[in-house]
């Protein structure tokens, strides 16, 4: 069911672990509202401006660390879009990802752990 197991990213770069309340880099979004007077009257237009959405994710504390260090940047290798708390947002779907990869992770070294008594090791 699962699609080759690297497509989604469970791992925080900056922790090298899985993801631990995942804070995903969606956009950064500048609002620059500008007041402008047509005939007497006051018009206020919003221009909004957006940069990235390069969508990767981190764990919480590791984004929130990072960013007070003073880098504005994706910390993801080859990435470098700017990122911020701001256009980040805690993304609970990959939050439910990692729980049930947890699990089967744990599920797995169970079963390992069984196996491992009937396993033959041929050597040579
Ligand atoms: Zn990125």
């Not at 197991?5 to 969606?26: A, D, F, H, I, W």
């Not at 047509?38 to 929130?64: D, M």
């Not at 990959?94 to 089967?104: G, N, Y």
Request: with cysteine; net charge neutral; proline share 6%.
């Amino acid at each position: 069911m699962e699609v080759s197991g690297m497509t989604v990213n469970l791992r925080c770069p900056l922790l090298q672990r899985y993801l631990k309340e995942p804070t995903t880099s969606y956009v950064l979004c500048q609002t620059i509202p500008r007041p402008a007077d047509v005939f007497g009257r006051t018009i206020l237009t919003v221009f909004v401006t957006c940069r990235t959405e390069c969508r990767h994710s981190y764990s919480r504390v590791a984004i929130v660390d990072y960013l007070r260090r003073g880098t504005k940047q994706c910390p993801m290798p080859g990435c470098g879009q700017p990122v911020s708390l701001s256009g980040s947002q805690r993304d609970e779907e990959l939050e439910a990802s990692v729980r049930a990869a947890q699990r089967r992770e744990v599920m797995a070294t169970r079963v390992s752990v069984d196996v491992s008594d009937e396993d033959d090791e041929v050597v040579g």
